[in-house]
C-alpha cells in the first residue's frame, strides 16, 4: 500500500478539465512538504510535471497545474488531448519511519 | 540535455544480487545532483529505493536499507545499484533518475526509460 492515495483511474473527453487527488497525511503533505507530480507513458522516460506542489518545469504546457490542501494535494490537466494518456504519480516527503521519499500509488488517465 | 541509460540483467535468480548500472551523457556525474534508483513492480505504484552524491554520500530507502548499496563511477560517468538477498517481490522495472541538490529539493527531474528485472528460478 503507498503512503499517498491516488485514484486508481480517471478519465475525460478531449477538452475537458481533469484533476487526480493525492492524499497524504500529517507526517507528509499534511505536515508541508511539497508535492511533486510524475508523467509515465510505456516505452518513454518518466517526465517531471510539477514540482514543489505548483511549478512547471520548462517546456511542459500551462494546461498542467497543481495545488495542495490539507493532507491532499491534486493535479489539474485543462484542455485534455489524447498524448495526456499516461500514468500519473504523485510524490512527497514523510517525516515518519514509513520512508523518506515517498509515491502515490499511480493513476490512469484515458482520454475517451 | 542529461540523458540516462539503465542496463543489467532481466532475469536474476532468488537470493542472488541485482545489479544494474545507469549511464549518465549530457552532464557530469560530479555535478550538483544526487543520483537516484526508483522501481515499479507490476501493478503497483513507484517505490524509491535511494540516491548517491558524487563524493559517495547516499540515503537509502529505510525498508531497503540492508539490502542496498550504490555507487558512483566518475571515469565512466555512471552509477551503479547494487540489491542483496533478491526475491520475487523485487521483481520490476527499475529506473535510474536525477536530483537537483539543495535544501528542500526533492524531487527528480529527468529520468531514464527504465529497465524490467524479473527475480525468478
Known amino acids: 500500500q503507498s503512503v499517498l492515495t491516488q485514484p486508481p483511474s480517471v478519465s475525460g473527453a478531449p477538452g475537458q478539465r481533469v484533476t487526480i487527488s493525492c492524499t497524504g497525511s500529517r507526517s507528509n503533505i499534511g505536515a508541508g512538504y511539497d508535492v511533486h507530480w510524475y508523467q509515465l507513458i510505456p516505452g518513454t522516460a518518466p517526465k517531471l510535471l510539477i514540482y514543489n506542489t505548483n511549478n512547471r518545469p520548462s517546456g511542459v504546457p500551462d494546461r498542467f497545474s497543481g495545488s495542495k490542501s490539507g493532507t491532499s494535494a491534486s493535479l489539474a490537466i485543462t484542455g485534455l488531448q489524447a498524448e495526456d494518456e499516461a500514468d500519473y504519480y504523485c510524490q512527497s516527503y514523510d517525516r515518519s519511519l514509513s520512508g523518506f521519499l515517498i509515491f502515490g500509488g499511480g493513476t490512469e488517465l484515458t482520454v475517451l | 540535455q542529461v540523458q540516462l541509460q539503465e542496463s543489467g540483467p532481466g532475469l536474476v535468480k532468488p537470493s542472488d544480487t541485482l545489479s544494474l548500472t545507469c549511464v549518465v551523457s549530457g552532464d557530469s556525474i560530479s555535478s550538483i545532483y544526487w543520483w537516484g534508483w526508483i522501481r515499479r513492480p507490476p501493478g503497483k505504484g513507484l517505490e524509491w529505493i535511494g540516491y548517491i552524491y558524487y563524493s559517495g554520500d547516499t540515503y537509502y530507502n529505510p525498508s531497503l536499507k540492508s539490502r542496498v548499496t550504490m555507487s558512483v563511477d566518475t571515469s565512466k560517468n555512471q552509477f551503479s545499484l547494487n540489491l542483496y538477498s533478491v526475491t520475487a517481490v523485487d521483481t520490476a522495472v527499475y529506473y535510474c533518475?536525477?536530483?537537483?541538490?539543495?535544501?528542500?529539493?526533492?524531487?527528480?527531474?529527468?529520468w531514464g526509460q527504465g529497465t524490467p528485472v524479473t527475480v525468478s528460478s
Open positions: 533518475a536525477r536530483k537537483p541538490s539543495g535544501p528542500g529539493i526533492l524531487h527528480f527531474d529527468s
